[in-house]
């Protein structure tokens, strides 16, 4: 109950708020980094994996979200000659599922410190693009930030991935994302070690 007051608070006084913070950019406890593992005959582990700021938390997809903040909800974009095999799974390095104080006791599934998103997928296209977003909320003990939506493409034969605030083409019918609205670019890893990872997009987590 206390963080619908405070997102209430929150919508009633925006320009309080916002003389206060002046400059202040919201914080990003979040940061986020795409692997693929091939695993032959056209089957890829696609990872999407979260570092997580000490002291914040990540939501499962499996929460309700009229009893508590929102769930990580992931879409994937109709391409043909692509499939899902496997349902999205969830990993972490902690997990935390039990009546939380700040739902009114409703019973929330959350993530700390990382949390790892992996879908599995079957293509036999020579050039499989993976197009898609996922939307998450973050929350402290305390308060919530609003949810952030992402766009990500994953490009398969040429070994690298990107997210974005905006769709990339094939999404819908528009350019692509100028360069100043793209998260980052990564490159893909032929294998996934989900303690040490290579690009994280954004400065280093707190330990």
């Not at 769930?71 to 000659?81: A, C, E, R, Y």
């Not at 499939?83 to 990993?91: G, K, V, Y």
């Not at 992996?118 to 939307?135: C, H, M, N, Y």
């Amino acid at each position: 109950m206390k963080a619908r007051y405070f997102l209430l608070s929150f919508l009633l006084c925006p320009l309080l708020v916002f003389a206060q913070t002046g400059a202040e950019q919201e914080p990003k406890p979040v940061k986020w980094m795409i692997s693929a593992t091939s695993a032959g005959d056209g089957l890829w582990d696609l990872l999407f994996k979260g570092e997580i700021d000490k002291g914040w938390y990540v939501y499962s997809q499996e929460n309700d979200p009229n009893v508590g903040p929102l769930p990580t909800i992931f879409l994937f974009d109709t391409i043909p000659g692509i499939t899902a095999t496997t349902p999205l799974m969830e990993s972490a390095q902690e997990t935390i599922d039990h009546p939380d104080e700040m739902w009114d006791g409703a019973v929330i599934k959350k993530f700390k410190g990382w949390v790892g998103f992996t879908a599995s997928v079957k293509t036999a296209l020579e050039k499989p693009v993976i197009t898609g977003s996922f939307e998450f909320q973050t929350c402290d003990d305390v308060k919530c930030l609003f949810p952030e939506l992402i766009y990500f493409k994953v490009d398969l034969a040429g070994n690298t991935a990107e997210m974005s605030t905006l769709p990339f083409t094939g999404t819908i019918a528009s350019a692509p994302p100028p360069t100043s609205d793209r998260l980052c670019t990564q490159y893909i890893l032929t294998s996934v070690d989900l303690e040490n990872p290579v690009i994280t997009c954004g400065k280093a987590p707190e330990k």
